[in-house]
Structures are given as C-alpha cells and as structure tokens.
C-alpha cells in the first residue's frame, strides 16, 4: 500500500489492495470520491465498457475509462474503532504522439576530474518507450567509435543505458551515471524518449574540470631518471664521510703537535733531576739576578741554571768537604712560547728560554 497515486492508460486495469486484521474480524467498505461502491455498479459506477469486481481486500478495475479516475477509499470497521486508506487513481487518455520530455533534465553538469555525477531523464509517453543516451562526437575523432548514429546535424555515440523506472504520474525516468570523469568524457550528452509515433530528445552539456595532480608531480617525475635514489643518497653520505675523516685527522694531528712542542720544551737536565732537587716552578721562572747585563765572555760567574746544578753535583761526587760549594746570586730566567699555524692545518708550538745573571 505504498504507492498511493497510480496513473495507467486507457484501456489497462489496475487492483487496489487493502489487509486488514482486528478482533473481532473487522469489515470493509469501498468509496469512491467518498461515496459507496456496489457490486451491481459494475465498481466506481462504471460506464461504457467500464467493469469492476469487489473482493473483501482487494478492489480491481478492468477496461479502466477517464471516468475511472479519482479517490478510492477503503474503510475498514469493527466495534473496537475504524481506519481507512485512500488511493489516487488517473486513467490517461490514450494519444497517437510521439513521447514527450518533461521536467527541466538533463541539465549541464560540471563535475571534478576523477569524480562521479549523473543525468536524470524523464519522458511521457502512452506506452513504455525506449530511453536512450547519446554523446556527441568531436569532429575528427569518428574513428575512435565502431558505429555512430545521426541526429540532426551531428553524429552521436550510443551509451549503455539502464533500467527505465515507471513512475506515478505516468511518466518514465532513466539515469546516466558518470564515474571517474576524464577530460574525454566531457561534451554533449542526448537523452533520447522513442515510441512507436517518433521520438523527442534534449541535450545537456558536461564540464570536467583539469586535473592538478600531474602539474604537482611533474617536477619529480622529470628529476627521478637523472638522479636515482642510490645516487640521491649516496652523495650526501660520501660528504659527511669525507668531512669526518677530515676533521678526525686535523684533531688527531693537533694533539700530536701539543704534546710533541710541550715535550721539546721541557729541559732535558731538570726532568732528569731528583725531585728533591728541582727548583720550584716559581724559582725557576724566576733564576737571574736583576742586575745590569753582563758580557758572558768577561763574567765567569754567569751560570744556567742547568749548569749550576750539574756543577753542584759535581762537588757533590768528588766528595770534597773542604771546597766549599760555589754560591751564585739570584737566576732570573724568562720563557716564551710560540705557536705557528701552517697553511697545510698543522699546528706547530715551541718556547723560547732566556738566562740572565
């Protein structure tokens, strides 16, 4: 009982169904334009050919004339309370004409490229015609197609079509459904109603929009056979190699020049004196007298501070008590250090030491 409006032709038949159940068993009662039905009315007070048969649920109409047309209601009773349905009948008169379409469809449709979108088509006609789509063919593209059809003055392609729904008011509709639009898919589309009296057609046009993707990946896809990937990253990972055995060497070399320099300017007579023996460090930064500059040639008492020790020990091993140990005055000693850098990254440093009596 869902469909409520239904539209036939002349000369067709149509049955209006009505279930009901109650406690206790209800009754049913027929109306037309809410006035009884009766059996010897033929149903709905037919005239002409018109015949009509009333069963308890189901209410048929035969031969059907535009005098069938209107409201039919089935009402049905017991002593607990009533309901009631009401259908809508229309019975079309019967015209030699070609179909005609209705509506506003198709209409131009612009769609994404890659998306989906849909013609809608929707034709009167007495009898079930045939819907067929058409798409126009670009000139100089009729090669592409094994056969083509004319109308008017171009030639069309014809396309899959579906199911062709009939609907209420009399009228058929068909869809033409568009998946995954391309640029070749746009143009003019024709839904195309035939019966046996002609046809009628109308046209509509569809806009695919460009597709963006390619100017995206257009820049990688020219770059990637010049440069693969094992290039891609193997160049990075020999530069970072390279610089790190670079920088490794250069540190490495640094140390070895420190420690080399600081070992050339360590006297070799004061480190292999006894501890016991050296001079604080303070003493001999500080092992000359602040007393005017001397000729080395006319003052023999102008000692190193090496030799000083070497001569005390001297006095020491020949072990005469009676000479007694030489005194010098005050040694004042100053140390220079220099650091020269080459041009090749070695780095070279070395001290300077001064005696002054």
């Known amino acids: ?24 068993r209800p009754d049913i009662v027929w109306l037309k334009d809410s006035r009884p039905l009766v059996d010897e009315e033929g149903g709905a007070a037919g005239r002409g050919d018109g015949e009509g048969k009333k ?8 031969n059907l004339t535009p005098e069938h047309s209107g409201k039919y209601t089935c009402h049905v009773s017991n002593r607990a309370g009533e309901i009631n349905a009401t259908y809508k ?9 070609k179909p005609i379409l209705t509506g506003t469809h198709p209409v131009n449709t612009t769609v994404d490229y890659g998306g989906t979108t849909s013609f809608q088509c929707k034709v009167r ?12 063919v670009e000139p100089g593209d009729e090669n592409k197609f094994n056969s083509t059809i004319e109308v008017g003055d171009h030639r069309f392609v014809v ?7 009939s609907r209420p008011d009399g009228s058929y509709l068909n869809k033409l459904l568009i998946t ?15 019966n046996t009296m002609g046809y009628s057609f109308r046209s509509a046009y569809l806009t695919v929009l460009p597709d963006l993707k390619p100017l995206s990946n257009s820049i990688p896809t020219a770059t990637s056979p ?59 930064e500080r092992t000359c007298a602040a007393a005017p500059q001397q000729p080395a040639s006319g003052d023999k008492d102008c000692l190193s501070y090496e030799d000083y020790i ?15 140990p030489k005194v010098y005055p005050k040694i004042y000693t100053d140390i220079h250090t220099h650091t020269h850098s080459h041009v090749d990254g070695k780095v070279h440093q070395h001290q300077h030491i001064h005696y002054q009596c």
């Open 89 to 97: 009948v229309e019975v079309i008169q019967r015209t030699n004409s």
């Open 226 to 284: 010049s440069l693969p990937w094992p290039v891609i990253i193997g160049i990075p990972a020999g530069v970072a190699f390279i610089l790190g055995t670079a920088l490794l060497w250069f540190c490495q070399s640094k140390r070895t020049c420190s420690s080399s320099s600081s070992a050339s300017a360590s006297p070799s007579s004061s480190s292999a004196l006894p501890a016991a023996q050296r001079l604080p460090a303070a003493n001999r």
């Open 180 to 194: 995954r639009a391309k640029e070749e898919d746009a143009g003019m589309y024709i839904c195309l109603g035939a």
């Open 159 to 165: 396309l899959p079509t579906g199911e062709v729904w």
């Open 1 to 24: 009982m869902r469909k409520r409006v239904i539209a036939r032709p002349v000369g067709s038949s149509v049955r209006l169904k009505c279930t009901a159940s109650g406690n206790p």
């Open 55 to 62: 069963k308890r649920w189901t209410l048929s109409l035969r």
């Open 125 to 136: 006609s007495d009898v079930k015609p045939v819907i067929q789509w058409l798409k126009r």
């Open 310 to 324: 070497a001569h005390q020990q001297l006095l020491l091993a020949q072990g005469g008590a009676g000479l007694a």
